[in-house]
């Protein structure tokens, strides 16, 4: 008796042993299949700044149809966001403010083959702080009292290349050349005029919209500048084009469409 208690006690420990390992590659297994899964429907979107708050907005519609995805948005200027692309940026989708950057991923074979369409149309205005302003159109930019204008940079930002186009179809451009301060995005163009920083500044309409520290003192006519149109498509390195693909199908949805009329976009069509 005294020796069968000894390999009793022995064999339940092989047993607990054997049974905690069990459970301890169960659970490492259960581990890898939930993050395979969320990898799965994961997914980087690189968006122009101007999209923050109705993407915002989308991202949460499309959450509550597809539980399991997952979507990181990289926000900026447009020409920032396609240079990280074109230095290889783990990018799934890209959302342009203006055809050209989507253009040049596209001359460079960066896109995935018949996922590209337009999303969306924005209108160029001028703003100045709401508490007041003497600023009333275009021209009035050329009053002294007019010290600081902002605009996005021009290079790089789609917002302040059409700036530029506006500015130098009413004879302006150079002249006002000495009172801007450059963006590195339409939304810090925004910030700049809301915080009293510049006396005026130009931006999309739908910026406008965020804060009521603006107004709009004068609307860009269309035919001033290029046709200011939002481009999507799935990158051709995505590592979930699947994923990618079914967010963008989203995007082009009616119901995503009515969003991005809520926050003041025209239809792309």
Known sequence: MSQQKPRILAGRRLLSVAIACFLAASASAFRSVVYAQSQKSEITVSAAAS???????????FNAEQPGAAIHFNLGASGTLQQQIEQGAPVDVFISASPAQMDALAAKGLLLAGTRSDL?????????????????????????????????????????????????RYGLYDSLKP????????????TYVASGNADAGLVYATDARTTPEVKVAAVA??????????????????KNPDAA?????????????????????????
Not at 51 to 61: F, G, Y
Not at 179 to 190: A, C, E, I, N, T
Not at 245 to 269: C, H, I, N, T, W
């Open 245 to 269: 693909k079914a967010f963008v199908g989203f995007l082009l949805s009616a119901k995503a469409q009515d969003l991005f009329k809520k926050y003041g976009f025209s239809p792309a069509r």
């Open 51 to 61: 999209l923050k708050d109705v993407l915002a907005e989308i991202a949460s519609a």
């Open 120 to 168: 969306a149309r924005n209108a160029l205005v001028l703003i100045v702080p709401a508490a007041g302003s003497s600023v009333a159109s275009f021209q009035d930019l050329s009053s002294t009292a007019v010290k600081v204008i902002a605009i996005g940079e021009p290079q790089t930002v789609p917002a302040g290349k059409y700036a530029q186009e506006v500015l130098t």
């Open 221 to 238: 006519p269309e035919d001033s500048h290029a046709p200011i149109v939002y481009p999507v498509a799935v990158v051709k390195d995505s």
């Open 179 to 190: 009172k801007f301060v450059l963006g590195k995005d339409v939304r810090q163009v925004l």
